[in-house]
């Protein structure tokens, strides 16, 4: 059983950065693939990020590569996904999810556990 808690999110302009946390409950957070989704208003949830139980790999959704870094912290239970050149489009609630699973999934049903949701706002 883990709980998850995200928080960092609020309005930024076009072009800039924010840093999103997500801290996790339990002693067994190392265990879990953990990944970032989003979700605008009348759209499906979508993948964002992933990172392996030990930080070895990530993977991210072509529309923030060179621009997102997921990485974790196993000794504070905590992954971040920092967004820089931030774009209106990025506009949407974002979600924190665990999964036990070895590799990064891409599927929002591989992912057992989810947080509340942080909501991010970009303005043009």
């Known amino acids: 059983q883990v709980q998850l808690v995200e928080s960092g999110g609020g309005l930024v302009q076009a072009g800039g950065s924010l840093r999103l946390s997500c801290a996790a409950s339990?002693?067994?957070?190392?265990?879990?693939?953990m990944g970032w989704f989003r979700q605008a208003p009348g759209k499906e949830r979508e993948f964002v990020a992933g990172?392996?139980?030990?930080?070895?790999?990530?993977y991210y959704a072509d529309s923030v590569k060179g621009r997102f870094t997921i990485s974790r912290d196993n000794a504070l239970n905590t992954v971040y996904l920092q967004m820089n050149s931030l774009k209106a489009e990025d506009t949407a609630v974002y979600y924190c999810?665990?999964?036990?699973?070895?590799?990064?999934?891409?599927?929002?049903?591989?992912?057992?556990?989810w947080g509340q949701g942080t909501q991010v706002t970009v303005s043009s």
């Open positions: 990172i392996t139980r030990d930080g070895s790999s990530t």
């Open positions: 999810a665990a999964a036990p699973r070895l590799r990064v999934e891409v599927i929002a049903s591989a992912y057992a556990y």
């Open positions: 339990g002693r067994t957070f190392s265990r879990y693939v």
